[in-house]
């Protein structure tokens, strides 16, 4: 029994963009509630992996992390629950509660990674915010969006990079963004690459592309490139004009 392969997208990229805005408060519940929910689902799917249970913003329904990311919305007896999205209506929008709280974990996994595992482009002036960016090196969009870096810079804007090649690990895709990144001078070698210049292929030993991958597929649900990860866990497929990546980022 498969409960949630993979959460279900915002209703609208306003939705997305607006569910970190309002903030969910997660009450914990008495642990024989949680126990006894836990142990109901636990029976009939013994693969998965259960977390944390806590009340839902929707009364009498539990929340309940399962497999490292997804929630179930649950019944206190554990016998019957509702694997989806689950909105809160205000008199101004609709705010997807479970995109936020995803936004939030998506922040945290991203700020645990390894600026040095990164592809760092920084500004010369002061650093305003910045954003993380998964990247193919053939993506035409890619392209654009990197056309668009000494604009970011300027406007106080960091870009770090993460690899992310389209047609997966045994790819040619992959030797090239893999080259980038073993290179002596990654953020000139990741230029001419998207600019589409000759750069001999040299794949390094422990080179990060493939933990990166992995990142962008099991922890971010990244589905294409670019994939832009805001610093609050917000995830923006596709290209964004400057202008609209600063406003919202605040700048």
Known sequence: MNFLAKPLKPLAALVATTALLLGQSAVAVDDNVAKQIKAKLAASNPSASFGEVRESAMPGLYEVDING????????????????????????????LSEQRRGKSRAKVMDSQSLDDMIVFSPKGETKAHIYVFTDVDCGYCRKLHDDVPE?????????????????????????????WCADDPNKTLTDLKNRKNVPLKVCRDNPVAAQYKLGNESIDVRGTPTIVMEDGTVVPGYVPPETLAKALGI
Do not use: C, M, W
């Open 152 to 180: 970011l810079n300027r406007r106080g804007i960091e870009v770090r990079y993460l690899a992310f090649p389209r047609a997966g690990l045994n790819s040619v895709g992959y030797r090239k963004v893999a080259t980038a």
């Open 69 to 96: 990311g997804n929630v179930l919305f649950v019944s206190k007896d554990g016998g019957h629950f509702i694997a989806g999205d689950l909105f809160e209506v205000t008199p101004q929008r609709v705010v997807n």
